[in-house]
Each structure stands twice: as C-alpha cells, then as structure tokens.
C-alpha cells in the first residue's frame, strides 16, 4: 500500500503562484511514477503532469506547459507541483496519484490517490 497526502492548496488571485505537495509513505515508491491531475464538478479527472521517480523524466498538460513544474525530492518522499502564473481556468481539486503500469496520461494507469487539495483562482 501507499498513502499520498497533499498539501499546500488555497486561494489566489490570477497572476499568483502556488505549491502543491505530495508526501508518499508506505511500499518503495521508487517504483512508481507520480502524476498530478486536477477535476472541477461535472469533468472528468484530467492529466496535469508526471514525473518518473528512476528517470526525473517529465510530462505537461499542453494547459500548463511553461507555467507549472513537477519535481520530486527522493530523500523525502515528496512530489511537487508548483505553480506559477495562474488563471481562473486553473481552479479544481487537485490530486496526486501513484502507477506503475498502463497509461501515465490516464487515470487508469494510477493505482493509488490522495485526498486532492482545492485550489482555487480568481480573476
């Protein structure tokens, strides 16, 4: 089992940056790859990025390319998203999710989740 537990969600105004964690306890999660999806009420939950444990590779959402980076801190267990030059459309819940097999662009590719944090953009 793994247990994901994020952190660092809340409220800014458009323009502003935020930093969402990701803290993984419990099986080796060097095994896995992290990913960071967002849903808003009636979507369905979407790819925000990934970041592969063994590799430091990366992947972005078009939506965010340039304006978030996902990072991991090995030592800590952590996984980061920070997020820069926010907008309205930004806004959902987000949630950390760890996979090991099947599509890292998919839901179905991630076999355990966290509780997802609220961030939320004004304009």
């Known amino acids: 089992q793994v247990q994901l537990v994020e952190s660092g969600g809340g409220s800014v105004q458009a323009g502003g940056s935020l930093r969402l964690s990701c803290a993984a306890s419990?099986?080796?999660?060097?095994?896995?790859?992290m990913g960071w999806f967002r849903q808003v009420p009636g979507k369905e939950r979407e790819i925000v990025a990934v970041?592969?444990?063994?590799?430091?590779?990366?992947y972005y959402a078009d939506s965010v390319k340039g304006r978030f980076t996902i990072s991991g801190d090995n030592s800590k267990n952590t996984v980061y998203l920070q997020m820069n030059s926010l907008k309205p459309e930004d806004t959902a819940v987000y949630y950390c999710?760890?996979?090991?097999?099947?599509?890292?662009?998919?839901?179905?590719?991630?076999?355990?989740w966290g509780q997802g944090t609220q961030v939320t953009v004004s304009s």
């Open positions: 999710a760890a996979g090991r097999s099947g599509s890292v662009y998919s839901t179905s590719g991630y076999e355990y």
């Open positions: 419990g099986r080796t999660i060097g095994a896995y790859w």
């Open positions: 970041i592969s444990w063994a590799g430091s590779s990366t």
